[in-house]
């Protein structure tokens, strides 16, 4: 982020500030970088509505979409200094970097156990540690499902399809390393960059979830499709610690339970709307799902990205293998909310 964007902003909030008193309450400002019509989005104008009505007007939510106020790793910034109080996005890691680990390629086999993963205690433990860094996280969610690749050159059928392509990556090392076991070329750009970056040849393609894929309009300038559901992610609810230590104790209850409520509802909405969201894609791309055979290879390329990341001490063998237990025997509260 430029200084003056930086300045800009930071006194568009001192402003914000001044203009308020005591008897209001409490602020709480969010942003996120997909747009209003994203899932991710729908689900805060749900807590926005939720917070507010439960606390009667206590807090007040200030909602940002469509990265108005910055890219992810720009908006992870504001939460980190307190110009904004909450954030979700990519740089989770910045809360704690054992996130990372829910990452890891082909760590979970769907949903179900995707869900079961993040609902269960070794994820709340992670959760907690995100205090150490400043971060309160209310609750954990399926970052939008799970990975597509779109490409411009041809269809994925095996990693060697993948050497030497620029493939445009999140500036996350776990994606880094995983296309470079596959023998891609990553590019790390901000995703609302992609559009312009395959428009113009500066990549060949990505991967994201069908959902970005289609809100972020990358079929536009893309040919292939591949479902391969390679990883998914987690979909922290990343919050300003020191603020919500301001609250007292009743409002704190609350907003940890429509912040839960929230990412209930989300992953709930996401879930529903995958395969939705790949039928509306494949209207403009040619789609090509992997089956179990081909899958292998794919699998045995990305054991160096586990030892890569045991080997940086992230985390254990122990751990990675602790997390893939709560994933198949985790029990998941399905008490999803209504929306």
């Known amino acids: 982020m430029s200084i003056i964007k930086q300045i800009t902003i930071l006194l568009f909030f001192l402003f914000i500030a001044s203009c308020s008193t005591k008897e209001e309450g409490y602020i709480f400002k969010y942003a996120n970088e997909q747009p209003e019509s994203a899932i991710r989005s729908q689900s805060m104008l749900f807590f926005k509505k939720q917070l507010e009505t439960k606390t009667k007007g206590d807090i007040k939510v200030e909602l940002f979409f469509s990265g108005v106020l910055g890219n992810e790793r720009e908006l992870m910034d504001l939460v980190a200094t307190g110009v904004l109080q909450g954030t979700r996005g990519g740089f989770f890691a910045d809360a704690n970097p054992k996130f990372n680990l829910i990452t890891l390629p082909f760590l979970v086999d769907g949903w179900d156990q995707a869900l079961r993963l993040v609902n269960s205690s070794f994820m709340q433990k992670i959760n907690i540690g995100a205090r150490d860094n400043g971060f309160h996280i209310p609750a954990t969610g399926i970052s939008q499902g799970f990975r597509a690749y779109t490409n411009n ?147 045995k390329a990305v054991i160096p990205v586990y030892q890569y990341f045991v080997d940086q001490g992230s985390f254990s063998f122990e751990e990675i293998e602790n997390a893939r237990e709560a994933a198949r025997n985790n029990k998941v509260n399905h008490n999803q909310g209504s929306y």
Request: charged share 25%.
């Open 153 to 299: 050159k041809k269809p994925i059928k095996h990693p060697n399809d993948l050497k030497g392509m620029k493939m445009r990556v999140p500036m996350q090392e776990v994606y880094v390393q995983t296309a470079l076991a596959f023998g891609a070329n990553p590019q790390e750009l901000p995703f609302i960059e992609v559009y312009q970056a395959l428009q113009t040849g500066v990549v060949d393609g990505q991967d994201n979830a069908p959902s970005n894929i289609w809100d972020f309009k990358i079929y536009e300038v893309s040919n292939y499709l591949t479902i391969n559901n390679y990883a998914t992610g987690p979909d922290p609810f990343m919050v300003n610690l020191k603020w919500y230590e301001s609250l007292p104790n009743n409002l704190q209850k609350i907003f940890d339970d429509v912040a839960r409520e929230t990412i209930a509802i989300s992953d709930k909405l996401n879930r529903k709307q995958e395969s939705e969201f790949i039928q509306k894609l494949a209207q403009h791309l040619e789609v090509n799902y992997l089956t179990d055979d081909e899958l292998e290879p794919f699998r």
